[in-house]
Each structure stands twice: as structure tokens, then as C-alpha cells.
């Protein structure tokens, strides 16, 4: 399978504990971005990289959360200090390169998480 | 800021019946617009988008939408739906050129569930 994986698929934890969901994205792609998706939302952008630069980061991302890409390849979303809002579907997506910025975005399973 | 809207929430469609699920949206600059069909347990697919050109978009699985400036409006349809085309449907919108201040991201709708009944 040549998509985008996220691991792990499932994550419960408790209040407090901090928690790391990695994102593979498909390959060559240059772009990766984080969204959150809430229970009867739709996904809501968090953060995204081209190659190993963080180039924006939505005001959702609070300093709790923090976002790597260090080879330019696969990325991690760290939650520190983890709380019961934070339960969610956190999705990650890549795309190509492109001139045109209506290039398509591949998604991910997910990673749900279950603050307890 | 943009926004975009998916009044129904919930959508109940004959299997063979033709359906449309609306789209409204709002931006203070020109945006490019999707749909993506989000199945149970797996993630988001695009159905379609659109760039520019003809405001008639066809996409996968019969899918079509129209862009209407005027109307700020990207409407989905399928003339003839199946059982298969039970999902949650996202309208999405994002601007044509980068700005900042957390719009280079898709700004998606609530999405709206499609149920198709036998």
C-alpha cells in the first residue's frame, strides 16, 4: 500500500500523559499537513510542513502540541500534558509540489485518541 | 476568514434516486473548492474539485458538482445513488494563494451523512 499510513490507528490515555502519533506520508510528497476532526465536525487544520519546514500553524495548535518533520519524509504530532478535549481523530494528509496550491491532498486512516 | 456550510447534516435517499447535498461557502478572497466522501473507518477521498474553467466539475463514482459564483455555492450530485454511496460527505474550500494566519489549510464544512435506503 503506497497511501498515506498513520500509526498508531488508536491511542486511549490519561489525563496528563503526553502521547506521539506519527504520520507516513506517500512518497515524494513534499507537503504534509495535520488536521483535527471532532465526533460530527469536519477536520480542522492544524499545522503544515513543506519538506522539513513548519510553514503555518493554525491558532487551534496550542503550545501543548508540537509538530515535527525532521528528514523532510515522515512526521510526528507530539500532545503534551494531554486533557479530555483533546479526544479526537488526528488526521494527517500529503500532496505534491506543486505551482498550483489546488493540488490534492491524500488522507490518512487517522489516529483516534481517547483522552481518559 | 472563510467558512463554508453544509446545512443538512443528514441526508435519506432511495437507492436509484437522484440526490444533491449543498454546499455554501464564504471567503474575502478567491478559494478553490473539493469534495471528499469519508467511508466508515477509513479516511477522507476526493470525489472532486474545482481549479478553474467550466463550473461543471465531474468526479468519481458518478459524482458531479457546479460552482456558482454568484451564489457562493459548490452543490454535489448524483443522479442515481447506491447502497454503496452510504458515507459522510465534506465540502471544502481553500485560498488560491498562500496568506497565512492558518488559511493555508482546507477549511472544511460539518459534513453532511448520506444514507441510502433499499
Known amino acids: 500500500d503506497t497511501g498515506v499510513s498513520q500509526n498508531p490507528r488508536h491511542k486511549i490515555t490519561k489525563r496528563g500523559q503526553n502521547v506521539t502519533f506519527r504520520c507516513d506520508p506517500i512518497s515524494e510528497h513534499n507537503r504534509l499537513y495535520w488536521y483535527r476532526q471532532t465526533l460530527g465536525q469536519g477536520p480542522e487544520f492544524l499545522t503544515y510542513?513543506?519538506?522539513?519546514?513548519?510553514?503555518?500553524k493554525s491558532r487551534l495548535l496550542s503550545d501543548r502540541f508540537s509538530a515535527e518533520r525532521p528528514k523532510g519524509s515522515f512526521s510526528t504530532l507530539e500532545i503534551q500534558r494531554t486533557e479530555q478535549g483533546d479526544s479526537a481523530m488526528y488526521l494527517c494528509?500529503?500532496?505534491?509540489?506543486?505551482?498550483?496550491?489546488?493540488?490534492?491532498?491524500?488522507f490518512g486512516p487517522g489516529t483516534r485518541l481517547l483522552v481518559l | 476568514a472563510q467558512s463554508v456550510t453544509q446545512l443538512d447534516s443528514q441526508v435519506p435517499v432511495f437507492e436509484e434516486a437522484p440526490v444533491e447535498l449543498r454546499c455554501n461557502y464564504s471567503s474575502s478572497v478567491s478559494v478553490y473548492l473539493f469534495w471528499y466522501v469519508q467511508y466508515p473507518n477509513q479516511g477522507l477521498q476526493l470525489l472532486l474539485k474545482?481549479?478553474?474553467?467550466?463550473?461543471l466539475v465531474k468526479g468519481i463514482n458518478g459524482f458531479e458538482a457546479e460552482f456558482n459564483k454568484s451564489q457562493t455555492s459548490f452543490h454535489l450530485r448524483k443522479p442515481s445513488v447506491h447502497i454503496s454511496d452510504t458515507a459522510e460527505y465534506f465540502c471544502?474550500?481553500?485560498?488560491?494563494?498562500?496568506?497565512?494566519?492558518?488559511?493555508?489549510?482546507?477549511?472544511f464544512g460539518k459534513g453532511t451523512h448520506l444514507i441510502i435506503q433499499p
Open positions: 474545482y481549479l478553474s474553467g467550466s463550473t
Open positions: 510542513f513543506q519538506n522539513e519546514a513548519q510553514l503555518e
Open positions: 471544502a474550500v481553500r485560498n488560491r494563494t498562500y496568506s497565512g494566519g492558518g488559511a493555508d489549510g482546507l477549511t
Open positions: 494528509a500529503s500532496s505534491p509540489l506543486s505551482h498550483s496550491i489546488g493540488e490534492t491532498q491524500y
